[in-house]
């Protein structure tokens, strides 16, 4: 661990790098164009569209 106090700026220099990349990567992105040329969604299932028939509740006296 000697060598992280000698060169934690090196390690610093590298985080910083990598959080710079990352904006400009996210910078590059154009939501507008996403959305305009978005895929279609896959029709919606309903698992609930056949209600049981069978009344869970107890009859009332």
């Not at 279609?40 to 069978?54: F, V």
């Amino acid at each position: 661990m000697g060598w992280l106090a000698d060169y934690w700026w090196v390690v610093l220099l590298v985080l910083a790098g990598m959080l710079i990349g990352g904006v400009k990567a996210l910078r590059r992105v154009d939501a507008t164009s996403y959305l305009k040329n978005r895929p279609e969604l896959p029709p919606h299932r309903d698992n609930n569209a056949q209600w049981d028939e069978e009344d869970d509740w107890p009859k009332k006296p």
